[in-house]
């Protein structure tokens, strides 16, 4: 069975750095482009950031919100993807998802998602 | 960037009722690279079309993607318990790949 788990979350003071992993099993890590979403009373939905497979020179993008303090990155060695986050700010506050390509294709629909990891900022 | 404007907000239906939901971009989305989604309360979100008008796999015909350009539908025929939840489009053409404000559909 398809399965993405987050682990990393918790409660930081704002100026803190986090990093959220995503371990996947189940299937292709290696085909897959995988993304991170978060969701906040807020905003809802918002997409932050995406990493392709090795294929697409694990090509990265990122949302204006979070680039330049958050960053990206995969171990297809481990089939682990992982959201290095920095300066996070109370706004970074939500439950954040890590989510892979449809059908685990370098694509940027998503079909599974991890369970959901919740990150506070406050002081 | 792409904005996905969500209409309406709640719709208030009965179970075996349709529902019609509209999202629409301000800007045309290439490839009609248009997904839709639907969240139920604790869960993440589910896919339930791509490329606008595709099924997703286990998704029944009851869901039923239209549209092109900049104007998308999603109409879920005979609703059911569970497709009362909030749904959620997503263009995926173009990073960054934004979702819509969502439509609550509650009984």
């Known amino acids: 069975d398809v399965q993405l788990v987050a682990s990393g979350g918790g409660l930081v003071q704002p100026g803190s750095d986090l990093r959220l992993s995503c371990t996947a099993s189940?299937?292709?890590?290696?085909?897959?482009?995988f993304h991170w979403v978060r969701q906040t009373p807020g905003k809802g939905l918002e997409w932050l950031a995406r990493?392709?497979?090795?294929?697409?020179?694990?090509?990265?993008a990122y949302a204006a919100s979070v680039k330049g303090r958050f960053t990206i990155s995969r171990d297809d060695s481990s089939q682990k993807t992982f959201l290095q986050m920095t300066g996070l700010e109370a706004d970074d506050t939500g439950v954040y998802y890590c989510?892979?390509?449809?059908?685990?294709?370098?694509?940027?629909?998503?079909?599974?998602w991890g369970q959901g990891i919740l990150v506070s900022v406050s002081s | 960037e792409v904005v996905l404007t969500q209409s309406p907000g709640i719709l208030s239906l009965s179970p075996g009722d349709s529902a019609t939901l509209s999202c629409r971009t301000s800007?045309?989305?290439?490839?009609?690279?248009l997904a839709w989604y639907r969240q139920r309360p604790g869960q993440a979100p589910r896919i339930l079309i791509y490329?606008?008008?595709y099924r997703a796999t286990g998704i029944p015909d009851r869901f039923t993607g239209r549209g092109a350009g900049t104007d998308f539908t999603l109409t879920i025929s005979r609703l059911e318990p569970e497709d009362f939840a909030v749904y959620y489009c997503?263009?995926?053409?173009?990073?960054?790949?934004?979702f819509g404000g969502g439509t609550r559909v509650e009984i």
């Open positions: 800007q045309s989305v290439e490839f009609n690279h």
């Open positions: 490329g606008a008008s």
């Open positions: 990493i392709r497979s090795k294929a697409n020179s694990y090509a990265t």
């Open positions: 989510t892979r390509g449809y059908n685990g294709l370098d694509n940027n629909m998503f079909d599974f």
């Open positions: 189940g299937f292709r890590f290696i085909g897959s482009a």
């Open positions: 997503q263009q995926y053409g173009l990073s960054p790949y934004i």
